[in-house]
């Protein structure tokens, strides 16, 4: 599968439970949705992922990379209900950064 780099460092942070190697994925003003809330900018993306890494231990398995419309399906695993489960991660990128995420 042929992700783009920022998204394959993404993965690698995500599954070494890495909040400042995930963060610096994104740009400074980027905007972050999961679960109905929203995560502005870099230092509440880190907050925000190092909290879930330490309540839920989530991996990445890259499943299927749609370029044109930059959107990633993922299996996600982890210590929450349901674990495994598909997610839809639905990006915009800006200068090799991720400027907006969406999770649904």
Not at 71 to 93: H, M, N, W
Request: charged share 30%.
């Amino acid at each position: 599968m042929n992700l783009p780099n920022v998204v394959n460092e993404l993965v690698k942070a995500q599954d070494n439970f890495d909040s400042k190697a995930y963060a610096d994925c994104f740009a400074e003003t980027a905007i972050v949705f999961d679960e109905g809330k929203t995560y502005h900018g870099k230092k509440e993306i880190e907050n925000w992922i190092d909290k879930a890494n330490r309540e839920y231990q989530v991996t990445m398995k890259p499943l299927e990379y749609l370029e044109k419309a930059q959107i990633l399906k993922a299996e996600v695993s982890g210590a929450f209900p349901g674990s495994p489960l598909v997610l839809t991660y639905q990006y915009e990128f800006e200068d090799k950064l991720i400027k907006s995420l969406k999770i649904v």
